[in-house]
């Protein structure tokens, strides 16, 4: 099956600075990529996602890039704020299947 | 966006007794429906897969005996913990696929269930 696998797992940062996550898949067959931003006690909230056909999605202050070759992507946040500070984890899917395999999560803190 | 209701949002039950938890999709139709365990500062498990209809698909090392799940409904899932024990304390969450060629998830606000 699947494999996630997620770098850092904690990340700490100054409020403007940039943070980057990355995450590699095995399963060649994945082609959609979403991250999840998760706040203490609450539910994953979906803040971008991509598939396979796209090389790079942005949405304002945050981008997501793939590289299908070397089967990674990452997530970009610049100009961090303290409200940023969470867990975010990414995750692959195939088409077709719903359940996408998830990493295993990196807390970011985002110090003013 | 689509909104997936959970049922209750914390419960507190005895060791040995059973709980239910419920995960309702509020604006669409879910024939298929995910739960997921979530331990602290860890990412979360897949347990099941729910199927409308149908019994559901549990994931290797989940009993399903323990963990019953009924999708009665196109709207409504149900989780239920049975003889409680406060290994399985822990966040429960589902999530419904809204269907078509969208493959985003959308989770329930969660479940803490702590046994004592």
């Known amino acids: 099956g699947e494999n996630v696998e997620q770098h850092p797992s904690t990340l700490s940062v100054q409020e403007g600075d940039s943070a980057v996550i990355k995450c590699t898949y095995s399963?060649?067959?994945?082609?959609?990529f979403p991250w999840y931003k998760q706040e203490l006690g609450k539910r994953p909230q979906l803040i971008i996602d991509i598939r396979s056909n796209v090389g790079e999605k942005k949405d304002q202050r945050i981008a997501v890039t793939l590289n299908k070759t070397a089967k990674h992507f990452s997530l970009h946040i610049t100009e961090t704020q303290p409200e940023d500070s969470a867990v975010y984890f990414c995750a692959a899917s195939k088409g077709g299947s719903y359940i996408p395999t998830f990493g295993r999560g990196t807390s970011l803190i985002v110090h003013p | 966006g689509a909104v997936v209701s959970q049922h209750p949002s914390w419960v507190i039950c005895k060791s040995g007794t059973s709980v239910k938890i419920e995960c309702r999709s509020l604006?669409?139709?879910?024939?298929?429906m995910f739960w997921y365990r979530q331990f602290p500062k860890q990412s979360l498990m897949l347990m099941a897969t729910s199927n409308e209809g149908s019994k559901a698909t549990y994931e290797q090392g989940v009993e399903k005996d323990k963990f019953l799940i009924n999708h009665a409904s196109l709207t409504l899932s149900t989780l239920t913990v049975t003889s409680a024990h406060p290994e399985d304390s822990s966040f429960y969450i589902c999530s419904a696929p809204r269907g078509g060629e969208i493959y985003e998830q959308y989770f329930g606000p969660g479940t803490r269930l702590t046994v004592t």
């Open positions: 399963d060649s067959a994945s082609n959609y």
């Open positions: 604006d669409f139709q879910a024939t298929t």
